[in-house]
């Protein structure tokens, strides 16, 4: 087993969302991949496996200091960099298919990017009154600023608070402790003409409840890009900016094509490559 370090989504060097890949993880169990998990401290921890399903190119479990993710968005890019760092070839030129807890996730290179396509909602819908008066605590964002509150889960449960502006979304000042599970996000458009469209902010509650402002999340950008996308309010392409108040400075690029897909990329770039991973030994 080898461990591989990823900055994703990021601006420029250092400065998306780190995320550990760790090579022929075939060896552990769940309980040792979260344990790793935990020690390293990241907001997920991936695990390359060989694929169980013929049109896959390899399988991921991810994991976060609470559990395991059927899905999440950096560490679907960060790990098919690494995966291709690493040699591997797709079965389709120029299109890799990941396999992991939602089923199977396309994956493609453009340029010095990589884009995976959004898994469907797993649910949408307004949240209740209820839900929002506690998304709305827990997030710290003033009420009157609050433009819409839905639900954009796609493997994590991701509630979104539509706001007016980015600075709105700027201001925020989450709780410091929320139920494990809890994940909040922020979006707000920022003045036209600009060359990032809307800021993200993305909150979750770790194992012990504390609740972490997480540097740029691929899974919150594809569902606040599949709803502004269905409702009409973006359309083609847009850029948006994640991780300011956590000192990165990502970068997430967000498509949707002809046939209605929606794509999210960004940059990945191999910070370190660890030698073998002798703790389970």
């Known amino acids: 087993m080898k461990l591989e370090l990823v900055d994703v989504f990021g601006s420029g060097p ?3 969302n780190p995320l550990a890949v760790v ?21 997920e921890t991936t695990f390359l496996l060989p694929p169980t399903d013929p049109a896959a190119d390899y399988r991921v479990r991810i994991f976060y200091p609470a559990g395991e993710l059927p899905f999440a968005g950096h560490p679907t890019l960060g790990t098919c960099h690494a995966w291709l760092a690493a040699g591997g070839t797709p079965k389709i030129a120029g ?4 396999e992991c807890g939602v089923g199977l996730v396309e994956v493609r290179q453009k340029a010095d990017r990589l884009a995976f396509c959004a898994p469907p909602f797993t649910r949408n819908e307004p949240l209740n009154d209820a839900e929002r008066a506690e998304a709305i605590a827990l997030a710290g964002v003033d009420p009157a600023a609050v433009v819409e509150a839905v639900h954009v889960a796609n493997g994590p449960k991701w509630q979104l608070l539509r706001l007016r502006s980015a600075d709105d979304v700027l201001a925020a000042e989450p709780a410091a402790k929320a139920a494990p599970g809890t994940d909040i996000g922020l979006a707000g458009p920022c003045p036209a003409g600009g060359d990032i469209d809307w800021e993200i902010r993305a909150f979750f509650a770790n194992a012990i409840g504390r609740f972490v402002e997480d540097p740029v999340t691929g899974s919150f950008n594809a569902g606040v890009a599949m709803h502004l996308f269905q409702t009409g309010l973006a359309s083609g392409s847009y850029r948006a900016a994640q991780g300011r108040k956590t000192g ?10 002809a046939a209605g897909d929606v794509w999210i990329g960004g940059r990945c770039a191999t910070v370190s490559q660890a030698g073998d991973l002798t703790a389970f030994a």
Do not use: E, I
């Open 14 to 16: 250092l400065s998306g």
């Open 248 to 257: 990165a400075d990502g970068l997430v690029y967000c498509q949707q094509d």
């Open 23 to 43: 090579h022929g993880a075939d060896g552990l169990d769940a309980s040792q991949m979260l344990a790793l998990t935990r020690w390293l401290g990241f907001s």
């Open 95 to 98: 299109k890799v298919v990941q």
